[in-house]
């Protein structure tokens, strides 16, 4: 079964994140959940571990001939590696180890995360205390060092997990901020320009050039530009469906019947009493039947996830959300009108 095969019969994953800070528990809850062919495991994320566990920190770290450090304003850009990007490395080398100590053998897709461009430049800050969002240099060489860590990222994930197939996720929570111009200065008074679209697709497909399998974008922000997204050549996008509204409806039609596969989070990601698996994708159905697509294809163009990521849930819940969007993928598909 190819990469693509694998990702069109997906029928539930996680975003990324996970509560607390032990890198085993995690990837034992994650690959328990989905490496039985329920779903798809991926790389979890522990941010309450503290700097460099944090999303902007951890792909800070894979960067190569950019250094960051972090500033009590954020993280900065910096002349060489340190402290903080040394925990960053170590901190994801320690959940590489949990990962594959609990995937001996596993064969099948395996999902792992990282902050995409934009966000990335939107987040990351250039030595005078402004995002580098606001150099179109800056954001080109984080572009292109992105790109280059990331190669080796995944060649690493290849090696200590040889029966996965790769499925690359970019979080892009700020993309849209970054199109609109809403994305705010150190100041907090006035906003970046913003950033043409062209050269927004540029970068995005660019960076999703490194990966010869399928790459997603994740974004839990409104307005996701779906359209955009699959012009830059990503095979899906993984989104908080409760945001969706009307003016989403003809991106996501049009790109349904081009393959572009939808992962919807439905299931909520802090702790909050779960409806039964039917209940949490009514909903799916229900905008499905309003695009007026054929009900047949609703479980090969849309997987389960929760809404978001679920670093603020309990250990608890979050291993019953990871259970639930399983259970909800199998009520889709054994009944998806």
């Not at 913003?194 to 970068?203: G, H, P, T």
């Amino acid at each position: 079964m190819s990469d693509t095969d694998d990702f069109r019969t997906l029928r539930a994953t996680g975003i990324g994140s996970m509560p607390g800070g032990d890198a085993r528990e995690a990837a034992k809850t994650v690959t328990g959940t989905f490496a039985g062919g329920e779903g798809m495991p991926h790389l979890p994320e522990l941010p309450a571990r503290g700097p460099g566990a944090d999303m902007v920190g951890r792909t800070a770290g894979l960067l190569v001939d950019v250094h960051a450090q972090l500033e009590p304003s954020g993280w900065r850009t910096a002349d060489r590696p340190g402290r903080d990007t040394r925990r960053a490395v170590s901190w994801l080398r320690e959940d590489l180890d949990a990962l594959e100590e609990f995937t001996q053998g596993y064969r099948g897709p395996l999902k792992v995360q990282a902050v995409g461009p934009w966000t990335l430049a939107a987040a990351l800050q250039a030595r005078g205390g402004e995002a580098c969002l606001g150099d179109p240099g800056a954001c080109r060489d984080l572009a292109a060092s992105l790109a280059e860590g990331l190669r080796g990222h995944l060649a690493e994930l290849r090696r200590r997990v040889p029966g996965a197939r790769l499925v690359l996720q970019l979080d892009e929570p700020s993309l849209t901020a970054v199109l609109t111009g809403d994305v705010r200065t150190a100041s907090g008074y006035r906003t970046y320009r913003a950033v043409d679209r062209q050269i927004v697709e540029s970068a995005l497909r660019e960076v999703a050039a490194v990966h010869d399998g399928p790459v997603i974008a994740h974004s839990c922000a409104p307005s996701v530009p779906f359209a955009l997204l699959r012009r830059a050549g990503f095979a899906g996008a993984s989104f908080d469906f409760s945001l969706l509204t009307e003016r989403d409806d003809e991106a996501l039609g049009e790109g349904v019947e081009a393959g572009f596969r939808l992962l919807a989070g439905v299931v909520p990601g802090t702790d909050t009493a779960l409806s039964d698996p039917a209940g949490s994708v009514m909903r799916v159905r229900t905008w499905w039947r309003r695009l007026g697509l054929n009900p047949g294809l609703l479980p090969e163009a849309v997987a389960i996830t929760p809404s978001c990521g679920l670093a603020g849930a309990s250990p608890g819940h979050a291993r019953s959300a990871l259970a639930h969007c399983v259970r909800a993928a199998n009520s889709l598909a054994d009944n998806p009108e």
